[in-house]
Protein backbone atom coordinates (compact mmCIF):
# COMPACT_ATOMS: atom_id res chain seq x y z
CA UNK A 1 0.00 0.00 0.00
CA UNK A 2 1.27 3.45 -0.70
CA UNK A 3 2.16 5.96 1.84
CA UNK A 4 0.23 8.51 0.92
CA UNK A 5 -2.84 6.63 0.81
CA UNK A 6 -2.02 5.57 4.68
CA UNK A 7 -1.68 9.29 5.56
CA UNK A 8 -4.90 10.15 3.58
CA UNK A 9 -6.66 7.57 5.51
CA UNK A 10 -5.61 8.62 9.35
CA UNK A 11 -5.89 12.20 8.52
CA UNK A 12 -9.47 10.82 7.97
CA UNK A 13 -10.06 9.04 10.79
CA UNK A 14 -8.37 12.30 12.65
CA UNK A 15 -10.83 14.62 10.73
CA UNK A 16 -13.55 12.84 11.85
CA UNK A 17 -12.57 12.50 15.81
CA UNK A 18 -12.26 16.41 15.28
CA UNK A 19 -16.15 16.66 14.18
CA UNK A 20 -17.43 14.50 16.50
CA UNK A 21 -17.79 11.30 14.28
CA UNK A 22 -17.65 10.17 10.55
CA UNK A 23 -20.66 10.87 7.95
CA UNK A 24 -23.38 8.43 7.08
CA UNK A 25 -25.52 7.54 4.59
CA UNK A 26 -29.89 7.34 4.97
CA UNK A 27 -29.69 4.47 3.26
CA UNK A 28 -29.90 1.06 3.33
CA UNK A 29 -28.52 -2.16 1.18
CA UNK A 30 -25.60 -2.51 -0.73
CA UNK A 31 -23.70 0.58 -2.14
CA UNK A 32 -21.27 0.09 -5.50
CA UNK A 33 -18.04 2.66 -5.16
CA UNK A 34 -14.69 2.83 -6.39
CA UNK A 35 -11.80 3.81 -4.23
CA UNK A 36 -9.31 4.01 -6.47
CA UNK A 37 -7.87 7.62 -6.93
CA UNK A 38 -9.41 9.69 -10.29
CA UNK A 39 -7.82 12.50 -11.22
CA UNK A 40 -8.98 15.18 -13.72
CA UNK A 41 -7.28 18.17 -14.70
CA UNK A 42 -8.49 21.62 -12.50
CA UNK A 43 -10.34 23.80 -14.71
CA UNK A 44 -10.58 26.64 -11.65
CA UNK A 45 -9.50 27.40 -8.70
CA UNK A 46 -11.23 25.60 -5.67
CA UNK A 47 -13.10 28.44 -4.27
CA UNK A 48 -13.72 30.51 -7.47
CA UNK A 49 -17.46 31.78 -7.50
CA UNK A 50 -17.94 31.81 -11.46
CA UNK A 51 -16.83 28.92 -13.60
CA UNK A 52 -13.65 29.37 -16.08
CA UNK A 53 -15.51 30.44 -19.41
CA UNK A 54 -12.22 31.61 -21.04
CA UNK A 55 -10.96 28.41 -22.33
CA UNK A 56 -10.10 28.27 -26.49
CA UNK A 57 -13.46 27.21 -27.45
CA UNK A 58 -16.98 27.34 -25.99
CA UNK A 59 -17.71 24.07 -26.41
CA UNK A 60 -19.90 21.09 -28.32
CA UNK A 61 -24.10 21.56 -28.48
CA UNK A 62 -25.60 18.57 -29.32
CA UNK A 63 -29.16 18.92 -30.97
CA UNK A 64 -31.24 16.03 -30.85
CA UNK A 65 -34.66 17.00 -32.65
CA UNK A 66 -37.31 14.59 -33.47
CA UNK A 67 -40.29 15.32 -35.57
CA UNK A 68 -41.26 12.02 -37.13
CA UNK A 69 -41.42 8.74 -35.18
CA UNK A 70 -41.71 4.91 -36.08
CA UNK A 71 -44.30 4.37 -33.13
CA UNK A 72 -47.92 4.78 -34.91
CA UNK A 73 -48.91 6.09 -31.51
CA UNK A 74 -46.93 9.27 -31.68
CA UNK A 75 -48.08 12.17 -34.03
CA UNK A 76 -45.35 14.16 -35.71
CA UNK A 77 -43.89 17.27 -33.89
CA UNK A 78 -45.21 19.61 -35.77
CA UNK A 79 -43.15 23.16 -35.18
CA UNK A 80 -39.96 21.39 -33.74
CA UNK A 81 -37.93 22.34 -36.77
CA UNK A 82 -38.49 26.16 -35.68
CA UNK A 83 -37.30 25.03 -32.08
CA UNK A 84 -34.06 23.57 -33.65
CA UNK A 85 -33.03 26.05 -35.89
CA UNK A 86 -33.31 29.41 -33.24
CA UNK A 87 -31.84 27.02 -30.86
CA UNK A 88 -29.06 26.46 -33.05
CA UNK A 89 -28.75 29.79 -34.48
CA UNK A 90 -28.67 31.21 -30.54
CA UNK A 91 -26.16 28.90 -29.42
CA UNK A 92 -24.14 29.30 -32.21
CA UNK A 93 -24.03 32.76 -31.31
CA UNK A 94 -22.78 32.17 -27.76
CA UNK A 95 -19.91 30.43 -29.48
CA UNK A 96 -20.86 26.69 -29.01
CA UNK A 97 -20.31 24.39 -32.46
CA UNK A 98 -23.77 23.25 -33.22
CA UNK A 99 -24.61 20.14 -34.30
CA UNK A 100 -28.67 19.19 -34.82
CA UNK A 101 -29.40 15.68 -35.36
CA UNK A 102 -33.25 14.72 -37.17
CA UNK A 103 -35.33 12.28 -36.10
CA UNK A 104 -32.80 9.64 -35.10
CA UNK A 105 -33.15 5.89 -33.39
CA UNK A 106 -32.07 5.38 -30.10
CA UNK A 107 -29.09 3.67 -31.22
CA UNK A 108 -27.92 6.29 -33.02
CA UNK A 109 -28.70 8.98 -30.15
CA UNK A 110 -26.52 6.67 -27.48
CA UNK A 111 -23.97 6.72 -30.10
CA UNK A 112 -23.61 10.47 -30.77
CA UNK A 113 -23.59 10.60 -26.93
CA UNK A 114 -20.59 8.34 -26.45
CA UNK A 115 -18.73 9.88 -29.16
CA UNK A 116 -18.99 13.16 -27.84
CA UNK A 117 -18.00 12.11 -23.99
CA UNK A 118 -15.43 10.44 -25.59
CA UNK A 119 -13.48 13.75 -27.04
CA UNK A 120 -11.14 15.80 -25.47
CA UNK A 121 -12.92 18.69 -23.91
CA UNK A 122 -9.57 19.94 -22.70
CA UNK A 123 -9.72 23.42 -24.63
CA UNK A 124 -13.93 23.67 -24.00
CA UNK A 125 -15.69 25.53 -21.28
CA UNK A 126 -18.99 23.10 -21.24
CA UNK A 127 -21.02 21.18 -22.85
CA UNK A 128 -24.75 21.60 -24.33
CA UNK A 129 -27.16 18.79 -25.37
CA UNK A 130 -30.45 19.44 -25.92
CA UNK A 131 -33.78 17.29 -27.04
CA UNK A 132 -36.57 17.80 -28.17
CA UNK A 133 -39.31 15.17 -28.39
CA UNK A 134 -42.19 13.24 -26.80
CA UNK A 135 -42.54 11.99 -23.35
CA UNK A 136 -43.44 10.31 -20.66
CA UNK A 137 -42.83 10.47 -16.90
CA UNK A 138 -39.28 9.20 -17.00
CA UNK A 139 -38.90 8.58 -20.63
CA UNK A 140 -38.32 10.12 -23.86
CA UNK A 141 -38.88 8.76 -27.32
CA UNK A 142 -36.54 8.06 -30.36
CA UNK A 143 -37.81 7.49 -33.90
CA UNK A 144 -37.89 3.78 -32.72
CA UNK A 145 -38.09 3.52 -29.30
CA UNK A 146 -38.01 4.92 -25.86
CA UNK A 147 -34.86 5.48 -23.66
CA UNK A 148 -34.56 6.92 -20.11
CA UNK A 149 -33.20 10.86 -20.07
CA UNK A 150 -30.72 9.91 -17.51
CA UNK A 151 -29.02 7.97 -20.41
CA UNK A 152 -28.53 11.31 -21.85
CA UNK A 153 -26.15 12.15 -18.96
CA UNK A 154 -24.50 8.72 -18.25
CA UNK A 155 -21.15 9.06 -20.10
CA UNK A 156 -20.23 12.78 -19.13
CA UNK A 157 -19.97 12.30 -15.05
CA UNK A 158 -16.48 13.03 -13.81
CA UNK A 159 -14.92 9.52 -13.77
CA UNK A 160 -16.30 8.86 -17.28
CA UNK A 161 -15.71 12.05 -18.97
CA UNK A 162 -12.61 13.72 -17.17
CA UNK A 163 -12.09 16.57 -20.00
CA UNK A 164 -15.24 17.73 -18.54
CA UNK A 165 -15.19 17.33 -14.72
CA UNK A 166 -15.79 21.16 -12.79
CA UNK A 167 -16.77 22.06 -16.26
CA UNK A 168 -20.98 22.96 -16.29
CA UNK A 169 -22.59 20.42 -18.50
CA UNK A 170 -26.49 21.45 -19.67
CA UNK A 171 -29.07 19.24 -20.43
CA UNK A 172 -32.61 21.27 -22.06
CA UNK A 173 -35.16 18.80 -22.76
CA UNK A 174 -38.26 19.52 -24.72
CA UNK A 175 -40.88 16.93 -23.79
CA UNK A 176 -43.94 15.94 -22.16
CA UNK A 177 -43.16 14.17 -18.42
CA UNK A 178 -46.94 12.84 -18.69
CA UNK A 179 -50.54 13.93 -19.08
CA UNK A 180 -51.59 15.83 -16.78
CA UNK A 181 -52.88 19.19 -17.17
CA UNK A 182 -52.78 22.53 -15.08
CA UNK A 183 -55.01 24.83 -15.40
CA UNK A 184 -53.61 27.15 -13.23
CA UNK A 185 -54.75 29.91 -10.53
CA UNK A 186 -55.70 33.10 -11.07
CA UNK A 187 -54.16 35.91 -8.29
CA UNK A 188 -55.46 39.13 -7.56
CA UNK A 189 -54.01 41.96 -5.69
CA UNK A 190 -55.74 43.40 -2.90
CA UNK A 191 -55.28 46.85 -0.97
CA UNK A 192 -53.76 45.35 2.17
CA UNK A 193 -50.99 43.61 -0.34
CA UNK A 194 -5.83 33.02 -10.40
CA UNK A 195 -4.92 29.60 -9.77
CA UNK A 196 -3.18 29.33 -6.09
CA UNK A 197 -5.61 26.74 -4.83
CA UNK A 198 -3.93 23.31 -4.13
CA UNK A 199 -6.03 20.04 -5.98
CA UNK A 200 -9.40 19.50 -4.71
CA UNK A 201 -11.81 16.59 -4.79
CA UNK A 202 -15.22 16.79 -6.49
CA UNK A 203 -18.26 14.43 -6.63
CA UNK A 204 -18.95 12.82 -10.16
CA UNK A 205 -22.66 14.22 -10.68
CA UNK A 206 -21.43 18.29 -9.66
CA UNK A 207 -21.99 20.61 -12.45
CA UNK A 208 -24.31 19.33 -14.44
CA UNK A 209 -27.85 21.48 -15.01
CA UNK A 210 -31.14 19.50 -16.14
CA UNK A 211 -34.00 21.48 -17.76
CA UNK A 212 -37.24 20.23 -18.54
CA UNK A 213 -40.07 21.91 -19.93
CA UNK A 214 -42.45 20.78 -17.52
CA UNK A 215 -43.00 19.34 -14.40
CA UNK A 216 -43.06 16.08 -13.63
CA UNK A 217 -46.32 14.15 -14.48
CA UNK A 218 -47.27 17.14 -16.75
CA UNK A 219 -47.86 18.14 -20.45
CA UNK A 220 -45.71 19.77 -22.27
CA UNK A 221 -46.94 22.29 -24.94
CA UNK A 222 -45.77 23.29 -28.59
CA UNK A 223 -47.36 25.88 -30.89
CA UNK A 224 -47.35 24.27 -34.40
CA UNK A 225 -45.84 27.33 -36.20
CA UNK A 226 -44.02 29.39 -33.43
CA UNK A 227 -42.53 26.28 -31.27
CA UNK A 228 -42.71 25.01 -27.84
CA UNK A 229 -43.40 27.46 -24.98
CA UNK A 230 -40.17 26.59 -23.20
CA UNK A 231 -38.13 26.57 -26.30
CA UNK A 232 -39.23 30.04 -27.83
CA UNK A 233 -38.69 31.56 -23.99
CA UNK A 234 -35.25 29.87 -23.77
CA UNK A 235 -34.30 31.07 -27.13
CA UNK A 236 -35.61 34.82 -25.88
CA UNK A 237 -33.43 34.76 -22.76
CA UNK A 238 -30.19 33.29 -24.47
CA UNK A 239 -30.34 35.82 -27.07
CA UNK A 240 -30.80 39.08 -25.38
CA UNK A 241 -29.67 38.04 -21.85
CA UNK A 242 -27.51 34.87 -22.45
CA UNK A 243 -24.03 36.80 -22.45
CA UNK A 244 -24.64 39.04 -19.14
CA UNK A 245 -26.97 36.92 -16.56
CA UNK A 246 -25.67 34.03 -14.45
CA UNK A 247 -27.73 30.45 -16.29
CA UNK A 248 -29.92 29.93 -12.94
CA UNK A 249 -31.03 33.76 -13.11
CA UNK A 250 -31.73 33.61 -17.11
CA UNK A 251 -33.76 30.24 -16.39
CA UNK A 252 -35.89 31.86 -13.60
CA UNK A 253 -37.06 34.67 -16.11
CA UNK A 254 -37.36 31.34 -18.69
CA UNK A 255 -39.69 30.34 -16.00
CA UNK A 256 -41.56 33.43 -15.64
CA UNK A 257 -42.32 33.98 -18.96
CA UNK A 258 -43.38 30.43 -19.77
CA UNK A 259 -45.31 30.62 -16.77
CA UNK A 260 -46.69 34.33 -17.39
CA UNK A 261 -46.93 34.84 -21.09
CA UNK A 262 -48.35 31.72 -22.44
CA UNK A 263 -51.65 29.86 -22.18
CA UNK A 264 -53.38 27.14 -24.45
CA UNK A 265 -55.81 28.11 -27.26
CA UNK A 266 -57.74 25.32 -27.90
CA UNK A 267 -61.24 26.55 -27.59
CA UNK A 268 -62.39 23.23 -29.62
CA UNK A 269 -60.92 20.68 -27.23
CA UNK A 270 -62.26 22.66 -23.66
CA UNK A 271 -60.65 20.34 -21.24
CA UNK A 272 -56.97 21.70 -22.96
CA UNK A 273 -58.08 25.25 -23.49
CA UNK A 274 -56.97 28.08 -21.24
CA UNK A 275 -53.89 25.18 -19.65
CA UNK A 276 -50.45 26.70 -18.12
CA UNK A 277 -46.88 25.23 -17.80
CA UNK A 278 -43.91 25.87 -16.22
CA UNK A 279 -40.24 24.19 -16.54
CA UNK A 280 -38.43 22.39 -14.25
CA UNK A 281 -34.82 22.57 -13.33
CA UNK A 282 -32.36 20.44 -11.27
CA UNK A 283 -28.82 22.14 -10.38
CA UNK A 284 -25.66 20.86 -9.45
CA UNK A 285 -23.67 23.26 -10.61
CA UNK A 286 -21.59 24.45 -7.79
CA UNK A 287 -20.40 27.84 -9.40
CA UNK A 288 -22.04 30.48 -10.99
CA UNK A 289 -22.03 30.40 -15.14
CA UNK A 290 -22.13 33.22 -16.96
CA UNK A 291 -21.35 32.83 -20.82
CA UNK A 292 -19.74 36.10 -21.62
CA UNK A 293 -18.92 36.68 -25.10
CA UNK A 294 -17.25 34.34 -27.61
CA UNK A 295 -16.36 34.56 -30.84
CA UNK A 296 -19.95 33.37 -32.56
CA UNK A 297 -19.69 29.86 -34.74
CA UNK A 298 -21.09 30.05 -38.65
Known amino acids: MLEGEV ?20 AQGSHNSSHSRRIARMPVDRNAPYYN ?14 EHFDIHSLKSRTGTNVDSDNLAKVLKGLGF ?18 EVADMDHTDFDCLVIAVLTHGELGMLYAKDTHYKPENLWYYFTGDK ?38 SYKIPVHADF ?4 STVPGYYSWRNTTRGSWFMQALCDELRYNGTERDILTLLTFVCQRVALDYESNTPDLMPMHQQKQVPCIT ?7 VFGRKQPQS
Open 53 to 66: MNHKHRGIALIFNH
Open 209 to 212: LIVF
Open 161 to 198: CPTLAGKPKLFFIQACQGDKLDGGITLSRTETDGSSSA
Open 7 to 26: QDNGSVEAEQRANGGGDEGD
Open 283 to 289: SMLTRLL
Open 97 to 114: RVTVLTNSKSEEVMKYIQ
